[in-house]
């Protein structure tokens, strides 16, 4: 019979485990456990990541496949006394407590709770209204892979690196690749989306073949989609070394870019993790050492909207409207303004 208890000591912590024997992901092998003593092996490279962010939970409670899982972004009862929490203001202007990844301890925390992925936001406890990260989400669509977001990453690496600006880029864990930058955070979530999607209508110019930014999946083809409203309010990816939930337990890593072409997704799990960042290090180690301007992109936006009459594009259906957001209207269901006969539609 196995233990009811255990503790994780992290960062001069001692993080209570019940049920450690408890199997989170079944086919991996991977018990409650091994993910508490995984955060706290990686704790400094798992903090960089999430230093004071707010996250949301992807909750099992039985583990995957266990029946049950949710998103849990108020604070759930039952927090520890020295768990945090930060003041978030969601898309319809409400307003609630989200835990807050304070100190290390905290992810570990997070595993007596069956959260198998953490999504941080990409804003600090002190101004929850102003993204210090800037997010570029390569989502490969049907009929591309891994192999073709690894290309696509490389042609967005050369782009920032002529705007001045230094990512950093992990696998999501899944199929797709995540850029990050460190941004002064001057702006608002609605400039942040801007300057995502005029970097990506450029990226399409330059390689329309590859990249597509169309919302709608019909017309999306076998490209890379970026998806621009992972930076919309209350859109967040999962966290540089979080698990996703996966049979594997993959882990979203980040890689130098000099590694990106000798990798595959697979070869980062939550039993690989520990020992690659022991020999090779965290690729993130210095994400935090400059906060770029968006200027640069928020003037390429300007030119798409005056020279091109590229304006924004659709939120995320559950959004109020936004000002001047185009028709959230699938082009093959759209209808015109008017009829054949001249009245209105």
């Not at 690496?157 to 600006?165: N, V, Y």
């Not at 400039?191 to 169309?214: G, N």
Request: hydrophobic share 40%.
């Amino acid at each position: 019979m196995g233990s009811a208890e255990a503790h994780v000591e992290v960062s001069g912590r001692s993080v209570r485990i019940s049920s450690p024997d408890k199997l989170l992901f079944p086919e991996a092998g991977v018990s409650k456990l091994d993910l508490a003593t995984y955060y706290a092996d990686l704790a400094d490279a798992v903090f960089r990541g999430l230093a004071d962010r707010p996250v949301a939970l992807n909750r099992f409670p039985d583990g995957l496949g266990g029946g049950k899982s949710f998103y849990t972004k108020a604070a759930p009862k039952g927090m520890p006394d020295w768990a945090q929490t930060a003041r978030v203001t969601f898309p319809s202007g409400r307003t609630g407590d989200e835990v807050c990844i304070t100190e290390p301890a905290t992810a570990v925390w997070t595993v007596q709770m069956g959260a198998l992925e953490l999504h941080p936001w990409p804003v600090r406890r002190a101004d929850t209204d102003h993204p210090d990260e800037l997010r570029i989400d390569l989502d490969p669509q049907p009929g591309t892979d891994f192999a073709e977001a690894v290309a696509v990453a490389g042609e967005a690496h050369a782009l920032f690196e002529e705007l001045g600006m230094r990512p950093f880029v992990k696998t999501s864990g899944g199929r797709g690749l995540h850029l990050l930058v460190r941004i002064e955070p001057r702006w608002t979530f609605v400039e942040a989306r801007r300057a995502v999607i005029a970097f990506a209508r450029e990226l399409e110019r330059r390689r329309p073949d590859r990249v597509t930014t169309s919302w709608w999946k019909e017309e999306r083809g076998e490209r890379i989609f970026i998806d621009f409203n992972q930076m919309a309010r209350d859109r967040m990816t999962v966290a540089a070394y979080s698990p996703r939930a996966r049979p594997e337990a993959t882990v979203s890593m980040p890689v130098l870019w000099a590694d990106l072409g000798d990798v595959e997704p697979g070869d980062f799990t939550v039993k690989t993790v520990p020992a690659l960042v022991a020999a090779k290090g965290d690729a993130d180690a210095e994400i935090d050492d400059v906060a770029h301007s968006l200027e640069r992109l928020l003037e390429m936006a300007d030119r798409d909207e005056k020279d091109r009459g590229l304006g924004d594009l659709p939120y995320p259906p559950d959004f109020p409207k936004m000002p001047g957001e185009p028709k959230r209207v699938q082009p093959s269901k759209a209808r015109p303004s008017t009829d054949e006969e001249g009245s209105a539609s």
